[in-house]
């Protein structure tokens, strides 16, 4: 059996999606149609039940894949590690939400970019969860960080790390709730002050409130930049309240420059996840990322 068709078959199966697999191959989809049916006179049987939108793996076609695919993922490692000397440095291509990236990811990663044989070229890119997955899915990033775990065989997740949000503000604001009004009252001794957050549907306000008041905000956003690091920088010069990552607030909390308003007993949490294309782990350079940033994650708080 040719192993270029089982290749293709692979990445369909994975992919869900002819159009999506021949991109990923690099080839036209007519070639990637061709090869299946190749396969499937070879076999005699179907291998995919074609619908409007993707194709769907017929019984026959998830044993098949179930037997090859670890097979091939094997023959890839051996290919990649034999390309893997010390003359030939590899580029791995990054993708992320720009504040965890910046702040956790690459720190950790850029160790990883020397000249010992074992290291990395890196080139990253930053986008919402929804981005950074279309974008590893199409092939354009070989390791992603996501708030989002990815459905489908394409696209394999790890738990990462979880995140703790935090209610902040600058203390003036907190200096006008009175004492013991937040506990007794709740989201309401919040309304009444602005906010500033990342996006008009107030995605992390919104959250915070539905696992901690359960409730929706009555507010609405005062000052809306797309960017925690710059969301902090508003919340600390007294722009509004803020709900950020503890992670990136830690430091202003600490020095007194903002307050957390609330201290609820199960404080909401947001898990990231590292996530690649299934079967790409066989390539050292992006085996060796995803396993160190794990191993990174255990000293975050």
């Given at each position: ?164 949000h935090v209610l902040v503000a600058a203390p003036r604001w907190a200096e006008e709730i009175a004492p ?122």
């Amino acid at each position: 059996m040719d192993l270029a068709l089982l290749r293709t078959f692979v990445t369909v199966h994975r992919a869900g999606s002819f159009t999506r697999a021949a991109a990923l191959l690099g080839l036209s989809q007519p070639a990637v149609t061709s090869q299946i049916r190749t396969l499937e006179r070879q076999l005699g049987r179907p291998l995919f039940l074609r619908q409007a939108r993707g194709v769907t793996p017929t019984t026959t076609g998830d044993e098949l894949a179930h037997k090859a695919a670890p097979h091939l993922d094997a023959l890839v490692e051996i290919a990649e590690t034999g390309l893997d000397d010390e003359s030939s440095l590899r580029t791995l291509h990054l993708a992320g939400p720009p504040e965890f990236t910046a702040e956790r990811a690459l720190p950790a990663l850029t160790e990883l970019t020397g000249d010992d044989g074992q290291g990395f070229a890196l080139r990253t890119s930053f986008g919402n969860a929804e981005e950074t997955l279309e974008g590893l899915a199409a092939g354009h990033h070989d390791l992603a960080i996501s708030t989002a775990r990815p459905r489908g065989a394409l696209l394999t997740a790890t738990p990462l790390c979880d995140e703790e949000h935090v209610l902040v503000a600058a203390p003036r604001w907190a200096e006008e709730i009175a004492p013991g009004v937040l506990h007794r009252k709740g989201a309401p001794a919040l309304e009444n002050l602005p906010v500033v957050e990342v996006h008009e549907s107030l995605p992390f306000v919104s959250r915070y409130w539905a696992s901690v008041f359960d409730s929706r905000p009555a507010a609405s956003g005062t000052v809306i930049v797309p960017d925690l690091r710059a969301v902090l920088a508003c919340a600390t010069v007294g722009a509004g309240l803020a709900v950020l990552p503890r992670y990136l607030c830690a430091p202003v909390l600490e020095r007194g420059d903002v307050v957390a308003l609330h201290d609820p007993a199960v404080p909401p949490l947001r898990t990231y996840f590292l996530v690649v294309r299934t079967g790409t782990l066989a390539m050292p350079h992006i085996a060796r990322a995803h396993e160190w940033l794990q191993r990174a994650a255990t000293d975050w708080d």
